[in-house]
């Protein structure tokens, strides 16, 4: 079985023709025409499958009327305290302290 990445003989002439051709429509460069030869490779590649990356792609989630997601009701379930604390008892800072001494004087309190 071959590889379909390697390029036959005939696909290698194409690629080197459309490279000559980007290279004299340039005004020929004196970077000659092997350095159009990538570009010609993609293009070569596109004209040969042009419907490649058109086959449509089935939403992850289902799509309400108005074409917009619609998640899951148990995506809210893990959400937790929306108030911005650590814990959900409001209990614990979220930002760290200014110095070691408002921290030891901080969870003394605890």
Known sequence: ???PLEQS???N?????KAHEMWERDGKP??????????AADLIGMESAPDAG?????PFSP????GEPVEEAWLEENLGNPGGSMNELD???EVPFAT???ESEALKKD
């Open 1 to 3: 079985m071959s590889n």
């Open 9 to 11: 003989p005939q696909q």
């Open 13 to 17: 002439a194409r690629i080197l023709a």
């Open 30 to 39: 004196a970077c000659g025409p092997e350095a159009y030869k990538e570009k």
């Open 54 to 58: 058109q086959i449509p792609v089935k």
């Open 63 to 66: 799509v309400g009327p108005e």
């Open 91 to 93: 209990d614990k800072r």
């Open 100 to 102: 070691r001494r408002q």
